[in-house]
């Protein structure tokens, strides 16, 4: 958690620093290839990391050939990325130094293959060692990027800096997998462990996949309809919008196993509990939503300036979808205690396409705040209204809309 709002703080500090040194264009430039690859980082991780810390909970015997299997997929699927941005840069019509980016944040996929370990270390209740790297390695490059600044450097180097964060990243990982009496150079690849991994975390390759264009087409739709700089207003208003999204992933997080003991229990006190977590969302997302929409272009000139002078109408209308982000969360913890993961990956589909159409029809008339509309309405899609499509389901799309109505805090008088 120390690590999380770390990782917040500097983006509210040094992040927004970077982005007004670099401005709507360059910020733009660097905002789009991040999205571009963004899409394909799905293949890099193959969903396998929550998969590799059951089965090391279930027999830490089997660490190297478990880790040794996921490395070796993980690997292969950056290698598929790598491909396709190749195929994509050849055939694209972006600048140079735009393609440069996208090629060098392509090569970084491969040094996530090492979160493998970071797998291990949670097996193991070590996630103090993980959080200690990143923290190490995000302060580092806060003062990289700080030296950069002041000394007048151009883009690309600031995109060197973000290798190397995941290259420290890697070589803190492998230092304190070392330390712990264990090597890489054990691991063994094993076809059999590998097709068995696969055939457990398709479900979650897929979801990801459907996450990753669901999160980042926007911004690279809006590059094809627009121009960088128009990237560069949207992304700066998105960092600011979704810089919130860690709070209900804690909070459900802490709340979700008495919710799951009460499920053991009490049908009634399950389902009661829940909706009192849907309502919390709720409250928590319009507490955060309020403050944003009064003083959106007070907080945009003051952090990014009065070139970014587009973003504040686009944050008061990204901002909404927050509140349905909030839910989603909850929403995605009850498909789990039900066993409904099928049902999960259908309604993000559901987004995702609406997002995708929305925004073919959006941009192109009304620029990047129909990108901003476009995301609105497809986070209420895939959070809210697509449960109501699937009768196993139905029920939490009921106890959402009372939530968004207020109408069960209104009728119990109290929130928790």
């Not at 927004?16 to 799905?42: C, E, H, K, M, N």
């Not at 944050?315 to 066993?339: C, D, P, R, T, Y």
Request: net charge positive; proline share 2%; glycine share 6%.
């Amino acid at each position: 958690m120390a690590e999380k709002v770390a990782r917040l703080l500097l983006a509210l500090s040094i992040g927004v620093w970077v982005t007004r040194y670099l401005g709507p264009d360059q910020f733009g430039v660097l905002s789009y290839a991040r999205s571009f690859v963004g899409i394909f980082t799905a293949f890099s991780s193959l969903g396998l990391n929550d998969i590799i810390i059951r089965e090391l909970v279930k027999d830490q015997n089997q660490r190297n050939v478990l880790l040794g299997s996921s490395f070796g997929l993980q690997t292969l699927g950056s290698t598929v990325i790598m491909i396709i941005l190749l195929i994509s840069v050849h055939f694209n019509d972006n600048e140079p130094l735009t393609n440069k980016i996208i090629l060098i944040l392509g090569l970084i996929t491969f040094l996530s293959s090492f979160n493998v370990i970071t797998s291990y270390l949670h097996s193991n209740v070590k996630s103090k060692f993980y959080a200690i790297t990143g923290l190490t390695g995000i302060l580092i490059s806060s003062l990289l990027k700080v030296y950069l600044i002041l000394g007048e450097y151009s883009l690309i180097y600031f995109v060197y800096v973000l290798a190397f964060d995941m290259f420290f990243l890697a070589l803190g990982l492998n230092w304190f997998y070392k330390k712990m009496g264990n090597s890489p150079f054990q691991w063994r690849f094993s076809r059999k462990v590998a097709i068995s991994l696969l055939k457990d975390a398709w479900p979650l390759v897929l979801s990801g996949i459907i996450i990753s264009i669901y999160m980042k087409i926007d911004q690279v739709m809006i590059k094809e309809f627009l121009a960088s700089s128009d990237v560069g207003q949207y992304a700066a208003a998105v960092r600011l919008s979704e810089a919130w999204y860690f709070i209900p992933t804690i909070i459900c997080s802490s709340l979700f196993p008495a919710i799951i003991n009460a499920k053991l229990r009490d049908g009634k006190l399950y389902m009661d509990r829940l909706q009192r977590l849907y309502n919390l969302m709720v409250v928590l997302g319009v507490s955060i939503v309020l403050p944003v929409l009064l003083f959106s272009d007070w907080m945009i000139n003051v952090l990014y300036g009065s070139a970014f002078d587009q973003s504040a109408a686009v944050l008061n209308i990204h901002i909404l979808g927050s509140v349905f982000v909030f839910l989603g969360v909850a929403n995605q913890k009850w498909f789990i205690s039900e066993n409904f993961q099928k049902y999960n990956i259908l309604c993000l589909g559901f987004g995702m396409l609406a997002n995708v159409l929305l925004n073919l029809f959006l941009i192109p008339k009304y620029g990047i705040i129909g990108a901003a509309y476009a995301t609105f309405i497809s986070q209420f899609i895939a959070s809210v209204l697509a449960p109501v499509l699937f009768s196993k389901t139905r029920n939490s799309f009921f106890m959402m809309v009372r939530a968004l109505f207020f109408v069960q805090i209104f009728k119990d008088r109290k929130l928790l």
